[in-house]
C-alpha cells in the first residue's frame, strides 16, 4: 500500500473579499464530516487571496480538518520588491502550503520555469508544502509535446530543490499536473491520461531523487475537476487528489469533491495494494 495521503486544494484565485472568504471557509467546515479536532484522511486546504489569508488562519486555528495556502510566493525573505510577499510572511500569516507555477502566473505574469523553481525552493526551505503546478497548452498538446513540456518544467524544480535526504520521501512538494487547455473551461483531461502524465512526473522526479522519493511524491490533478468528475481521477491509483478551481468557490461542490476521495479510501485503494 502507498503511503501517500490524498490532498484536495482549492485555489480560490483573485476572489471572495474578507468577509466572503470567512463565509466560504464557514459554509466548508459546516459541510464537512468529523469534529474539529481531529484531521480528515484527507488533507484539505484552501487557497484565499493574500488579503484574505490572515483572518482565515484565525478561523482555521479551531478547526484541524482544513489547512491554509498561499497562491503564489517571492523568493526573498524581506526587501525591496514592491508588491511582493515572502515566504516568511506566508508562514507567519498562518500559511502550511503554497501553491507555485500555476498556469496563470506563467502565461498572465509572464514566470519562466526557473522563477517558479526558485519561489519554490524558496518556500519549503520555510518549510511550506509546496503545490508546484505543471501542464501543457494546447497548441503543445496538440504537436504531441506534453512529456517534453513537462519535463522541462519539473527539469527546473528539480536544479533548485535540494534531494530528500537519504533518497526518502519528500515531505513538502506535490506536484499538480494541470493541462492549461482544462482550466477554467469545463473540459477536464480524461483521467487515464491524466494518470499517465502523472506516470512521467513520477519518473522524472524518479530519475532526479531515485525511486523511493518518486513513489512518496503525491501528484495531483487539476483542470476543470467537479463533483461530477471527481472520482474517476481520485480512483486512479497515479493520483493523489486534486487541485480545483472554480469549484472550490462553491462550498458545497467542494465537500463533495472531497467525499468523493474519502470513498476511494474508504475502497481501500485497491489498485494501490
Ligand atoms: P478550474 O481551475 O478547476 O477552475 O479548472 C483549476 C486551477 O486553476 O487550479
Same mark, same amino acid.
Given at each position: 500500500m502507498s503511503a501517500r495521503r490524498p490532498l484536495v486544494a482549492g485555489n480560490w484565485k483573485m476572489h471572495k473579499t474578507v468577509g466572503e472568504a470567512l463565509g466560504l471557509v464557514n459554509s466548508l467546515l459546516a459541510l464537512l464530516?468529523?469534529?474539529?479536532?481531529e484531521p480528515l484522511e484527507t488533507e484539505i486546504v484552501v487557497c484565499p487571496p493574500f488579503t484574505a489569508l490572515w483572518p482565515c488562519a484565525q478561523r482555521l486555528a479551531h478547526d484541524a480538518r482544513v489547512r491554509l495556502g498561499a497562491q503564489d510566493v517571492f523568493?526573498?525573505?524581506? $526587501? *525591496?520588491?514592491?508588491g511582493a510577499v515572502s515566504p516568511r510572511m506566508l508562514a507567519d500569516a498562518g500559511c502550511a502550503y503554497v501553491i507555485v507555477g500555476h498556469s496563470e502566473r506563467r502565461a498572465i505574469?509572464?514566470?519562466?520555469d526557473e522563477e517558479a523553481a526558485r519561489k519554490a525552493a524558496a518556500a519549503a526551505k520555510e518549510g511550506l508544502h509546496v503545490i508546484f503546478c505543471v501542464g501543457e497548452t494546447l497548441e503543445e498538446r496538440d504537436a504531441d509535446r506534453t512529456r517534453e513540456v513537462v519535463a522541462r518544467q519539473l527539469a527546473a524544480l528539480w536544479a533548485a530543490l535540494p534531494a530528500p535526504p537519504g533518497g $526518502? *520521501?519528500?515531505?513538502?512538494l506535490s506536484v499538480a499536473y494541470e493541462p492549461v487547455w482544462a482550466i477554467g473551461t469545463g473540459r477536464a483531461a480524461r483521467p487515464e491520461d491524466a494518470a499517465e502524465v502523472a506516470g512521467w512526473i513520477r519518473e522524472s522526479a524518479a530519475a532526479a531523487w531515485g525511486r523511493a522519493a518518486a513513489e512518496a511524491l503525491r501528484v495531483l490533478y487539476g483542470g476543470s475537476v467537479s463533483p461530477e468528475n471527481a472520482a474517476p481521477f481520485l480512483q486512479r491509483p497515479e493520483l493523489d487528489g486534486a487541485l480545483v478551481g472554480?469549484?472550490?468557490?462553491?462550498a458545497r461542490a467542494f465537500a463533495a469533491i472531497v467525499a468523493a476521495a474519502r470513498d476511494d479510501e474508504l475502497q481501500g485503494r485497491a489498485a494501490r495494494a
Amino acid at each position: 500500500m502507498s503511503a501517500r495521503r490524498p490532498l484536495v486544494a482549492g485555489n480560490w484565485k483573485m476572489h471572495k473579499t474578507v468577509g466572503e472568504a470567512l463565509g466560504l471557509v464557514n459554509s466548508l467546515l459546516a459541510l464537512l464530516p468529523g469534529e474539529p479536532t481531529e484531521p480528515l484522511e484527507t488533507e484539505i486546504v484552501v487557497c484565499p487571496p493574500f488579503t484574505a489569508l490572515w483572518p482565515c488562519a484565525q478561523r482555521l486555528a479551531h478547526d484541524a480538518r482544513v489547512r491554509l495556502g498561499a497562491q503564489d510566493v517571492f523568493w526573498e525573505t524581506e $526587501g *525591496a520588491y514592491t508588491g511582493a510577499v515572502s515566504p516568511r510572511m506566508l508562514a507567519d500569516a498562518g500559511c502550511a502550503y503554497v501553491i507555485v507555477g500555476h498556469s496563470e502566473r506563467r502565461a498572465i505574469f509572464r514566470e519562466t520555469d526557473e522563477e517558479a523553481a526558485r519561489k519554490a525552493a524558496a518556500a519549503a526551505k520555510e518549510g511550506l508544502h509546496v503545490i508546484f503546478c505543471v501542464g501543457e497548452t494546447l497548441e503543445e498538446r496538440d504537436a504531441d509535446r506534453t512529456r517534453e513540456v513537462v519535463a522541462r518544467q519539473l527539469a527546473a524544480l528539480w536544479a533548485a530543490l535540494p534531494a530528500p535526504p537519504g533518497g $526518502g *520521501a519528500a515531505p513538502g512538494l506535490s506536484v499538480a499536473y494541470e493541462p492549461v487547455w482544462a482550466i477554467g473551461t469545463g473540459r477536464a483531461a480524461r483521467p487515464e491520461d491524466a494518470a499517465e502524465v502523472a506516470g512521467w512526473i513520477r519518473e522524472s522526479a524518479a530519475a532526479a531523487w531515485g525511486r523511493a522519493a518518486a513513489e512518496a511524491l503525491r501528484v495531483l490533478y487539476g483542470g476543470s475537476v467537479s463533483p461530477e468528475n471527481a472520482a474517476p481521477f481520485l480512483q486512479r491509483p497515479e493520483l493523489d487528489g486534486a487541485l480545483v478551481g472554480g469549484k472550490s468557490l462553491d462550498a458545497r461542490a467542494f465537500a463533495a469533491i472531497v467525499a468523493a476521495a474519502r470513498d476511494d479510501e474508504l475502497q481501500g485503494r485497491a489498485a494501490r495494494a
